[in-house]
């Protein structure tokens, strides 16, 4: 049995160590906002944070957390920011097909907590391991702005 | 095999329309409104009842709760609940375009309801309640879906209103026309006295449905074509709720991944399954004839599964080549002459008494879609014999004859519940229901649980179903005015129609239209005009990719244009407008976007602007692209302009979506996207090879749309097109050196 905690709960699962977090997160406990896009950390769907940092969850072993690791996912992120940033989402109508958009949240929450006015670069810098194939990437990049400025008032 | 099942199944196809790009033919299936009500009567399509919608559906998701205990056929399109909730049933997919919202907008128009009542849910499949107008079945594809449902659903919304107008008219004791409708509230001004859409909504389905409505005229809208109206989809798809077919959950459910020959063609000759059957976790391995599926209790598992197995392939019948083979192939069957797409004048009588004559051979690579949501489905065998799906289906008719030759079971046995599609690009949608037939096949043979049939990346990346490798060689003159006097143009390139059950409609006298759509009915007014087509056969699968055919098309056209023009001595786009006299609307969304961009507006040294315009889908469009090239030869794109004509705008921020949406995608593509085979194997494997666009990629886009109230065409394909020739003319302007092997990247431009 492997302890986690994700989202505030702690949860036990019967899983293989070498099982990745992402795997663990949709297929044991049934959280699927969580996304498997591509596998190898390259696409960025599977974005969660593990104490407040990005993380890709497909490359991450559950085994390889380290004890009392805080795991949240587009299900429970929640707070200041996160509120600000699913507001500029939702406010720019940012999404199409959607499917990459937990992993664009779970980043932009990061790099939003981290810089409350992010310059194109630092969007750029943050952004890039998120792929999004209907290329939603001009509204990302306002959103994420609008969400800074109101985090910022 | 596969291959042949749906010919088999005498697929009832529309002969006279077609699933993408036939230009002109949505034109002409205008249904009168009068014969469009009669069959909605006549079906009962229209219902406006006591159904309570599941709290899943009021959120936009599975349509489970859309059968009402008294009436199991759920042929409905609007569902107007005591709740006071809209809910508009969408027979196209959603894959992002933002169908179920522009669908919604349509019926929320007639309705006058409120937007904050309006819900969108995916129809159940059903050919011949939901069967898409220009395919005969149930589809989505063709940039059709808004085209296709601007009469059904302006139809139904107005009926609907009618109904609830004569509810509120009766119960109140008031003449009809005394009743006023806005914002989801039912009035009667003199006696004061209001009702919502759901007070009046069960007793307003006990009314006939009206045999003649009136619908508004443009003038008089106050949704369609209106800014601020939100994306149904938007809460749902920022806080992981959304159900897409890869999060569906079955009682029980086993996960399958399928190990499928390495090279097109191939065949299991035999298997060493012991390694994967020792995976702790992994349920059963079966060989089959689509590959060897292994079953697990999750996708982590069964994939380790697959990893274990080993198999030897039988590649006697597989494409064994390379890609730089297959392209020394096609140039070699460019010197002959190819079946003949269009021949008007005399090209060669017009090249010998040319004086500037242009060059030019056009490479595009293979390209795979690569949906962000990988292949997927979910099937569970019915005690019926039939079978219930869960995907993000596109081409449901089709997948429900597939898959009830599968089983063995009538199509109507085979129940879609259609999800959310997270992206799609022409994927899904295929001719012989690829990997949902692969699903159904699985489920058959295991027999014992649903099965999820999951598609990694890689089996998607090397899965095939690409945009054909094409290589294009055109040799264009321009004469001493400056008139283009001669274009000869050969393509060669695989069909994806031919030994499809599309053939018949989509390939005309050895010419698949899909392959030659947006040259051989070019614009440009050229005298003598001759197009000719080699489609050769090799097992690599093939498939129409967001644009189909104006995908490269339109790429050669307009990067030719504008070595014609600087031939000519003419500015790209007065040299287009001159062209242009007889395309009003092509004229007009070129202007529009040189206007925006500050066209002829002198840039710094490096920079440069590029132009391109084209029709496709029935829908104009125009790019500006500005580039910057560094001293090393890179490219960077700066900024894009686009303006485009889909008659009446539905959703404006929807379509401008859909624009910044293609611009990227086309961009993408030309920058670093290729597939390439070497020996037969395809070479990329993940995102770390098939390279997609990314946020620094991604220029500033301005969209333009223009006003208008012609019938509305669609949006989803139509913006690809002219985005990469716009950036490979920005790029000429600079280098003067113009783009013709794609991706950018072969140059050493990116």
Redesign the interface.
């Not at chain 2, 690569?370 to 990988?374: F, S, V």
């Not at chain 2, 997609?692 to 620094?696: A, F, G, I, N, T």
């Given at each position: 049995m492997i302890r986690i905690t994700v989202n505030g709960q702690e949860r036990q699962v019967d899983v293989p160590e070498d099982m990745p977090l992402l795997w663990v997160l949709r297929d044991e406990l049934n959280m699927t906002g969580t996304k498997f896009g591509c596998g190898i950390a390259q696409c960025g769907a599977c974005t969660v944070h593990v104490d407040g940092a990005p993380t890709r969850a497909c490359q991450t072993p559950v085994g390889s957390l380290a004890a009392g690791a805080k795991v949240t996912t587009i299900e429970g992120a929640s707070g200041k920011v996160a509120e600000a940033v699913r507001a500029a989402w939702q406010k720019l109508d940012v999404v199409q097909c959607g499917y990459c958009q937990s992993g664009q949240i779970m980043s932009a929450i990061a790099l939003v907590s981290a810089n409350t006015n992010p310059t194109d670069a630092d969007i750029d810098a943050a952004m890039d391991g998120n792929v999004c194939r209907c290329a939603t990437y001009v509204r990302i990049r306002a959103a994420i702005k609008d969400a800074a400025q109101s985090v910022r008032a | 095999m596969l291959h042949h099942l749906l010919r088999q199944a005498a697929l009832p196809v529309a002969t006279d329309s077609a699933p993408t790009g036939v230009t002109g033919a949505l034109r002409e299936l205008a249904p009168s409104r009068r014969n469009f009500l009669k069959t909605v009567a006549a079906t009962g399509a229209l219902v406006v009842g006591a159904r309570l919608p599941s709290p899943a559906l009021a959120a936009g998701g599975a349509p489970a709760g859309i059968v009402g205990p008294a009436d199991p056929r759920p042929h409905l399109f609007v569902i107007i609940a005591p709740d006071n909730t809209v809910t508009v049933l969408a027979k196209h997919l959603d894959?992002?375009?933002?169908i179920v919202t522009g669908l919604a907008t349509i019926v929320a128009e007639e309705l006058d309801a409120d937007w904050a009542q309006m819900r969108g849910a995916f129809a159940p499949a059903d050919s011949k309640l939901y069967g898409n107008h220009f395919f005969g079945i149930q589809g989505t594809g063709g940039s059709t879906a808004i085209a296709n449902s601007w009469d059904e659903l302006r139809m139904a919304g107005a009926a609907a209103r009618a109904m609830l107008v004569a509810t509120a008219a009766a119960r109140w004791s008031v003449p009809v026309g005394e009743v006023r409708v806005a914002k989801g509230v039912v009035s009667h001004a003199a006696s004061k006295r209001s009702a919502t859409f759901g007070e009046l909504a069960q007793d307003a389905a006990k009314l006939p449905i009206p045999q003649n409505v009136a619908l508004k005229a443009a003038k008089d809208y106050t949704l369609i074509g209106k800014p601020g109206l939100?994306?149904l989809?938007?809460?749902?798809?920022?806080?992981?709720?959304?159900?897409?077919a890869?999060?569906i959950?079955r009682p029980g459910q086993v996960?399958a991944v399928l190990a499928r020959s390495p090279r097109f063609g191939g065949t299991v000759k035999s298997v060493d399954d012991k390694a994967a059957r020792a995976v702790?976790g992994v349920i059963d391995v079966l060989t089959l004839p689509v590959g060897v599926a292994v079953i697990a209790k999750?996708?982590?598992t069964a994939?380790k599964g697959r990893e274990a197995l080993a198999i030897t392939w039988d590649d006697s019948k597989a494409e064994t080549r390379g890609t730089d083979q297959m392209l020394a192939d096609y140039r070699k069957l460019a010197e002959q002459p190819g079946a003949v797409a269009a021949n008007t004048g005399d090209v060669a009588k017009a090249f010998a008494s040319a004086t500037k004559v242009v060059d030019s051979e056009f490479v595009f690579p293979y390209l795979a879609h690569?949906?962000?949501?990988?292949l997927n489905a979910t099937v569970a065998l019915n005690p019926d014999g039939g079978c219930t799906i869960w995907a993000g289906s596109q081409f449901q008719g089709v997948e429900q004859m597939v898959v009830a030759h599968v089983l063995g079971c009538k199509p109507e046995q085979v129940k879609i519940e259609t999800q959310?599609?997270?992206?799609s690009?022409g994927r899904r949608a295929t001719t012989n229901a690829d990997y949902i037939a692969e699903a159904a096949i699985i489920a058959k043979a295991y027999g014992k649980a649903p099965v999820h049939l999951?598609w990694?990346?890689?089996d998607d990346i090397q899965g095939g179903r690409y945009r054909p490798l094409f290589l294009h060689k055109i040799k264009a003159a321009v004469d001493a005015n400056g008139v283009i006097s001669a274009w000869q143009q050969r393509i060669v390139g695989q069909s994806f129609m031919a030994g499809t059950p599309f053939e018949k409609m989509m390939v005309k006298n050895g010419v698949d239209v899909t392959s030659v759509e947006g040259a051989s009915d070019m614009a440009y007014p050229v005298a003598n005009l001759a197009v000719d087509l080699h489609s050769p056969a090799s097992p690599v699968t093939t498939l129409w990719w967001r644009s189909v055919g104006h995908t490269h098309t339109a790429y050669a056209k307009e990067v030719m244009i504008d070595q014609l023009a600087k031939a000519a001595g003419k500015d790209p786009v007065a040299f287009r407008l001159a062209m242009l006299k007889d395309h009003p609307r092509l004229a007009n969304v070129l202007k529009l976007a040189a206007d925006k961009a500050g066209w002829g507006q002198p840039l710094a040294k490096g920079k440069g602007r590029g132009v391109a315009v084209h029709e496709s889908f029935n829908t104009y469009v125009a790019h500006v692209a500005e580039v910057t090239v560094n001293d090393k030869g890179h490219v960077t794109v700066d900024r894009v302009v686009v303006a485009v004509d889909c008659g009446q705008v539905v959703n404006p921020?929807v379509v401008t979506?859909q624009m910044?949406?293609?611009?990227?995608?086309g961009i993408?593509h030309a920058l670093r996207g290729e597939i390439t085979l070497t020996g037969g194997v395809v070479d990329q494997t993940?995102?770390?090879g098939f390279l997609?666009?990314?946020?620094?990629d991604?220029p500033?886009?301005e969209v333009h749309l223009v006003d208008s109230h012609e019938r509305p065409t669609g949006v989803g394909e139509p913006g690809v097109p002219t985005s990469a020739p716009a950036v490979a003319n920005a790029v000429f302007a600079v280098t003067g050196k113009p783009v013709q092997t794609l991706p950018f990247s072969r140059g050493g431009m990116v």
């Open positions: - | 894959k992002g375009q933002g939100h994306r989809d938007h809460a749902s798809k920022t806080d992981g709720s959304a159900v897409f890869m999060d959950r996960t702790p999750n996708t982590w994939i690569a949906p962000m949501e990988p959310w599609a997270g992206g690009f999951v990694t990346r890689e921020d979506a910044e949406g293609a611009t990227g995608w993408g993940n995102f770390d997609p666009l990314r946020m620094s991604m500033k886009v």
